[in-house]
């Protein structure tokens, strides 16, 4: 081979999507040889965050279907990705004009000392705004091309989930950082409301009564005491969350927090999933403001890094930019390998996206998770009344016509974007539109206006996407030593779901060993002088 | 953070693989040296108070972790750092041309604009010199940089090299003092049971 890697592996892993990013880390965590490998240049596929060039970039990809490269090798089988699969689809970007208001530089300052003092420094000077049509959109954007951080999955962490317990017990947290999410928003008929969250939310809320107050605080108590595989919560399987709701005695508005953005929730949720998503939520508030949720700071890319620089770390080799074109198979037996540049990669095990499994393997009828994604650039925040930070808004449909749209705003301290601009990202499912995006284009009707007028945010770049995942669920009948990771599930909020996955992919292969155990106490402070 | 530690700086090393870099970390920090085997493995990233012209700063001084081999650095390395060491192997003359690449990738990957760089020419103990001084300081006066020889097996200009750098970044202006600090939220391990840590700000989970 061309290159001097080692020809033999315990963990070959083909793509750097965040399911396969931690199998990486957790099996080089434990001194296993492991090589993991991506066809891009870059790290995430699926997951990965893009600046504004190389969103144009991977926009312009998507023509083009990557052509396998056939290069016959005698007396092994090939398990060949025969046809390359559309799993993105329906892309569009537009550009807009509009007014961008953004703080006065203060004059020759360096970057940084303008970054920290820029909203003290800009208060007593007037704010500069500017006129772009849509053509200036697109030159500014494209000018400001590496200020921006846009996530292809936008995910958020739970202050108290499993996730956050990973990275601490692991120390993976210390390649990271994170911001609150400011404000719990719901739209309702237009309508856009902070969602008391906490009990002292519920306390200093204006658009609940006291007698509600009370009934809203004993059914916050009453969901958190909810004890998991209880009788209480299986006799809660059949019913949904919003006939439960209404049976508590509390107002449409209330329900509606609750059903919507508390246990982000739609009609057909079950009772008891429902509950758990609320005890989710409310498990992790309190301890980062009145926030559950974290934001890892440049997106969501960040963490399968950070699970990468652990492999590295542990020993794990990593090469971006290189095609593994083919499982190496012996008739019904094991998984040998893959074949890479031209030879043969011996493996014990290998992990692969499920994207890059033969579609023999692959039950399509099975349901699988689609998706519509936004993303959009704008010049305002949603909730002007809110917090300068994060908003995290639910915009369900009262009429059960579509579910619920999730929106997230960025603003420019959490380096999605320079100053003057948000990034808004919008999830749905894809399933009751009957033509794509219909839901997205209510929600932008209600919520931006091309003119500003109301004080509303104008969109100057709209990014349309749908994306169709592979299940490792749908996948069946692989040798047993080949291991398939789901791609992001956008639709649930946080990473739980991967962080599963990959654990059940590392038991599979090390039953007897820890899954990511913290780091022996490392002597990095200890020589001071 | 200590009363007299001025701030924490992020220091990268980056250049070809067996250049020394991670014997350049090691010998700084734990002032040891192993001549025989490839140390990258393990060496995640270590730090270590500095003193100099009285400013005592706390360095955070990252390793590449071998993942500079086939150029896979994630761009989270780069992220925030304060200064980078660009290493080369003076007895390799391939590891000196290579070290425009290495400028490149700093260029299309560091958050700050103004981060201080400098050029190290690593194994002079060494025979079979293939790059001059000369080359070396024309090459850092070329492109701006700070520079200096070393070698990490006698220890000659290592503390030096570090110095160096760290009085530079001191002096350039914006590049350290606003650090986020007043925003960040540190949620540690031991003490997340506590009080609400996170301000509503940056934190970091540790
Ligand atoms: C949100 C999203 C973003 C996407 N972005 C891109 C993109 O930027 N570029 C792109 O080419 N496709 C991208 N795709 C996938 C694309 O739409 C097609 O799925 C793809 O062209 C065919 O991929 P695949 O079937 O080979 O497996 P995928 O599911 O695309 O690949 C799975 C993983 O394996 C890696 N991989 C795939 N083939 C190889 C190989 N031969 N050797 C080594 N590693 C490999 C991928 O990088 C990825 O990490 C994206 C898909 C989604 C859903
Ligand atoms: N003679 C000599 N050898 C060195 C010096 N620095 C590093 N080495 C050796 O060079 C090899 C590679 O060093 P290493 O620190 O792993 O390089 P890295 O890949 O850049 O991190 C090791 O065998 C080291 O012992 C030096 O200054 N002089
Ligand atoms: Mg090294």
Same mark, same amino acid.
């Given at each position: 081979?061309?290159? %001097?890697?080692?020809?033999?592996?315990?963990?070959?892993?083909?793509? &750097?999507?965040?399911?396969?990013?931690?199998?990486?880390?957790?099996?080089?965590?434990?001194?296993?040889?492991?090589?993991?490998?991506?066809?891009?240049?870059?790290?995430?596929?699926?997951?990965?965050?893009?600046? #504004?060039?190389?969103?144009?970039?991977?926009?312009?990809?998507? @023509?083009?279907?990557?052509?396998?490269?056939?290069?016959?090798?005698?007396?092994?089988?090939?398990?060949?990705?025969?046809?390359?699969?559309?799993?993105?689809?329906?892309?569009?970007?537009?550009?807009?004009?509009?007014?961008?208001?953004?703080?006065?530089?203060?004059?020759?300052?360096?970057?940084?000392?303008?970054?920290?003092?820029?909203?003290?420094?800009?208060?007593?000077?007037?704010?500069?705004?500017?006129?772009?049509?849509?053509? %200036?959109?697109?030159?500014?954007?494209?000018?400001?091309?590496?200020?921006?951080?846009?996530?292809?999955?936008?995910?958020?962490?739970?202050?108290?989930?499993?996730?956050?317990? !990973?990275?601490?017990?692991?120390?993976?947290?210390?390649?990271?950082?994170?911001?609150?999410?400011?404000?719990?928003?719901?739209?309702?008929?237009?309508?856009?409301?902070?969602?008391?969250?906490?009990?002292? %939310?519920?306390?200093?809320?204006?658009?609940?009564?006291?007698?509600?107050?009370?009934?809203?605080?004993?059914?916050?108590?009453?969901?958190?005491?909810?004890?998991?595989?209880?009788? /209480?919560?299986?006799?809660?399987?059949? =019913?949904?969350?919003?006939?439960?709701?209404?049976?508590?005695?509390?107002?449409?508005?209330?329900?509606?927090?609750?059903?919507?953005?508390?246990?982000?929730?739609?009609?057909?949720?079950?009772?008891?999933?429902?509950?758990?998503?609320?005890?989710? +939520?409310?498990?992790?508030?309190?301890?980062?403001?009145?926030?559950?949720?974290?934001?890892?700071?440049?997106?969501?890319?960040?963490?399968?890094?950070?699970?990468?620089?652990?492999?590295?770390?542990?020993?794990?080799?990593?090469?971006?930019?290189?095609?593994?074109?083919?499982?190496?198979?012996?008739?019904?037996?094991?998984?040998?390998?893959?074949?890479?540049?031209?030879?043969?990669?011996?493996?014990?095990?290998?992990?692969?996206?499920?994207?890059?499994?033969?579609?023999?393997?692959?039950?399509?009828?099975?349901?699988?998770?689609? #998706?519509?994604?936004?993303?959009?650039?704008?010049?305002?925040?949603?909730?002007?009344?809110?917090?300068?930070?994060?908003?995290?808004?639910?915009?369900?449909?009262?009429?059960?016509?579509?579910?619920?749209?999730?929106?997230?705003?960025?603003?420019?301290?959490?380096?999605?974007?320079?100053?003057?601009?948000?990034?808004?990202?919008?999830?749905?499912?894809? @399933?009751?539109?009957?033509?794509?995006?219909?839901?997205?284009?209510?929600?932008?009707?209600?919520?931006?206006?091309?003119?500003?007028?109301?004080?509303?945010?104008?969109?100057?770049?709209?990014?349309?996407?749908?994306?169709?995942?592979?299940?490792?669920?749908?996948?069946?009948?692989?040798?047993?030593? !080949?291991?398939?990771?789901?791609?992001?599930?956008?639709?649930?909020?946080?990473?739980?779901?991967?962080?599963?996955?990959?654990?059940?992919?590392?038991?599979?292969?090390?039953?007897? %060993?820890?899954?990511?155990?913290?780091?022996?106490?490392?002597?990095?402070?200890?020589?001071?002088? | 953070?200590?009363?007299?530690?001025?701030?924490?700086?992020?220091?990268?090393?980056?250049?070809?693989?067996?250049? @020394?870099?991670?014997?350049?970390?090691?010998?700084?920090?734990?002032?040891?040296?192993?001549?025989?085997?490839?140390?990258?493995?393990?060496?995640? +990233?270590?730090?270590?108070?500095?003193?100099?012209?009285?400013?005592?700063?706390?360095?955070?001084?990252?390793?590449?972790?071998?993942? /500079?081999?086939?150029?896979?650095? &994630?761009?989270?390395?780069?992220?925030?750092?304060?200064?980078?060491?660009?290493?080369?192997?003076?007895?390799?003359?391939?590891?000196?041309?290579?070290?425009?690449?290495?400028?490149?990738?700093?260029?299309?990957?560091?958050?700050?604009?103004?981060?201080?760089?400098?050029?190290?020419?690593?194994?002079?103990?060494?025979? @079979?010199?293939?790059? =001059?001084?000369?080359?070396?300081?024309?090459?850092?006066?070329?492109?701006? &940089?700070?520079?200096? /020889?070393?070698?990490?097996?006698?220890?000659?200009?290592?503390?030096?090299?570090?110095?160096?750098?760290?009085?530079?970044?001191?002096?350039?202006?914006?590049?350290?003092?606003?650090?986020?600090?007043?925003? &960040?939220?540190? !949620?540690?391990?031991?003490?997340?049971?506590?009080?609400?840590?996170?301000?509503?700000?940056?934190?970091?989970?540790?």
């Amino acid at each position: 081979m061309s290159d %001097d890697l080692p020809s033999s592996y315990d963990v070959v892993v083909v793509g &750097t999507g965040l399911v396969e990013s931690i199998v990486a880390a957790a099996a080089a965590r434990i001194g296993k040889q492991v090589l993991h490998i991506d066809k891009n240049k870059y790290y995430g596929q699926h997951w990965a965050t893009f600046n #504004y060039d190389d969103v144009q970039q991977w926009v312009g990809d998507k @023509g083009e279907a990557p052509s396998p490269t056939h290069d016959p090798v005698d007396n092994l089988q090939f398990l060949a990705t025969e046809e390359s699969r559309r799993l993105v689809s329906d892309i569009s970007q537009d550009w807009f004009g509009g007014v961008i208001t953004k703080p006065k530089e203060p004059p020759k300052k360096s970057e940084a000392a303008a970054e920290g003092d820029a909203k003290a420094d800009s208060t007593d000077e007037a704010p500069v705004t500017e006129t772009l049509t849509a053509d %200036d959109t697109k030159a500014k954007l494209a000018s400001l091309s590496r200020k921006f951080n846009i996530d292809l999955a936008p995910k958020l962490l739970f202050f108290k989930g499993p996730m956050v317990d !990973v990275l601490i017990k692991s120390q993976v947290s210390r390649y990271l950082e994170f911001l609150g999410v400011q404000n719990i928003l719901l739209c309702v008929n237009g309508v856009i409301e902070l969602v008391p969250c906490s009990k002292s %939310d519920v306390f200093s809320t204006r658009t609940v009564t006291i007698v509600e107050k009370r009934l809203l605080m004993k059914l916050l108590t009453t969901l958190q005491s909810y004890k998991d595989d209880s009788e /209480e919560l299986k006799e809660l399987e059949n =019913s949904t969350f919003e006939d439960y709701l209404k049976q508590q005695n509390i107002s449409e508005t209330v329900q509606h927090y609750i059903l919507y953005s508390i246990a982000m929730a739609t009609q057909e949720t079950t009772a008891a999933q429902g509950i758990k998503q609320a005890q989710a +939520f409310l498990n992790s508030i309190g301890f980062c403001g009145n926030t559950p949720f974290i934001w890892p700071m440049y997106g969501t890319s960040e963490i399968l890094q950070a699970f990468c620089r652990l492999s590295a770390v542990y020993g794990g080799i990593y090469c971006l930019n290189r095609n593994a074109d083919f499982l190496v198979n012996v008739e019904n037996g094991p998984c040998e390998g893959v074949y890479s540049n031209g030879g043969i990669l011996k493996a014990q095990n290998v992990v692969v996206s499920t994207g890059l499994v033969p579609s023999c393997y692959v039950n399509r009828e099975s349901p699988s998770e689609c #998706y519509q994604r936004a993303v959009l650039i704008t010049n305002k925040a949603v909730f002007p009344g809110g917090k300068e930070g994060i908003s995290l808004l639910t915009y369900p449909f009262l009429d059960s016509s579509f579910d619920p749209i999730t929106l997230l705003e960025l603003n420019s301290n959490t380096s999605s974007c320079p100053k003057g601009f948000f990034v808004v990202h919008l999830v749905s499912r894809k @399933g009751k539109q009957k033509t794509p995006y219909e839901d997205f284009d209510k929600l932008i009707a209600d919520i931006f206006s091309p003119s500003g007028e109301g004080d509303k945010p104008t969109i100057l770049y709209k990014l349309l996407f749908t994306v169709d995942i592979i299940s490792s669920t749908q996948v069946s009948d692989l040798p047993a030593n !080949v291991h398939s990771c789901s791609g992001p599930r956008c639709l649930s909020i946080d990473f739980h779901s991967s962080l599963q996955e990959a654990e059940t992919i590392f038991k599979r292969m090390f039953p007897d %060993d820890e899954f990511l155990p913290t780091p022996e106490a490392v002597e990095e402070v200890a020589s001071e002088e | 953070m200590e009363e007299d530690v001025l701030t924490t700086l992020k220091i990268l090393i980056i250049g070809e693989s067996g250049v @020394g870099k991670s014997s350049l970390l090691l010998r700084f920090t734990e002032d040891s040296f192993n001549p025989d085997q490839s140390i990258t493995i393990g060496v995640d +990233f270590k730090t270590k108070k500095l003193t100099t012209e009285g400013n005592t700063v706390r360095l955070a001084i990252w390793d590449t972790a071998g993942q /500079e081999r086939f150029r896979t650095l &994630t761009p989270s390395y780069y992220r925030d750092a304060q200064g980078a060491i660009l290493v080369y192997d003076v007895t390799s003359k391939q590891t000196f041309t290579k070290l425009d690449t290495w400028l490149s990738e700093l260029d299309t990957f560091s958050t700050k604009s103004n981060i201080v760089k400098m050029v190290v020419g690593n194994k002079i103990d060494k025979d @079979g010199r293939e790059v =001059s001084r000369d080359e070396g300081i024309k090459f850092a006066r070329r492109h701006a &940089t700070l520079f200096i /020889e070393s070698s990490a097996k006698t220890q000659d200009g290592v503390q030096c090299a570090f110095e160096e750098l760290v009085q530079k970044i001191i002096q350039t202006p914006g590049l350290w003092e606003s650090m986020r600090s007043k925003n &960040t939220i540190s !949620v540690d391990g031991d003490n997340n049971e506590s009080e609400p840590s996170c301000g509503g700000w940056k934190c970091s989970l540790s």
